[in-house]
């Protein structure tokens, strides 16, 4: 009895294993570039904002529309997202946990992959940068 208890207990744990690294795998999948490309909106708020107040100051200084291309390279206002990173983001490409923008002077800022689908990072300033679809444009 002592034998098919160890072996039952070693059968399960191997089981374990094998499910936590499936697991693992499947939250590790990047993104392919043609499910992100199109029509991106940043941005730009404060800690204190909601997605409501947010929504109510709609400034133009406080957005940019940027273009995702399936080729990985960024278009529209990416000098406004420059302004706020520091450099200009020129290329762009999917990690695990969210997206990198790669700017002119080869620098990289990554963004995190929130909920609803959305990427965001803090700036060294506090203010938070956020990328989503741009709601205009169905997605894919």
């Known amino acids: 009895m002592p034998c098919s208890v160890q072996a039952t207990a070693g059968l399960l744990a191997t089981l374990m294993m094998f499910c936590g690294e499936v697991a693992m795998a499947r939250s590790l999948l990047l993104a392919e570039p043609s499910q992100l490309a199109g029509q991106w909106q940043a941005i730009l708020s404060s800690p204190q904002d909601t997605t409501q107040s947010q929504a109510l100051q709609d400034k133009p200084s406080n957005t940019c ?24 983001p020129v290329r762009w490409f999917t990690e695990p946990d969210g997206l990198s923008l790669i700017g002119k002077q080869d620098s990289r ?30 997605a894919h």
Do not use: F, P
């Open 65 to 88: 529309l940027v273009e995702l291309k399936a080729d990985q390279t960024l278009g529209g206002q990416t000098d406004c997202l420059g302004h706020w990173l520091g450099d200009e």
């Open 109 to 138: 800022t990554h963004l995190g992959l929130r909920q609803g689908h959305h990427y965001q990072m803090t700036l060294k300033s506090g203010l938070i940068l956020r990328l989503e679809r741009n709601k205009s444009q169905s």
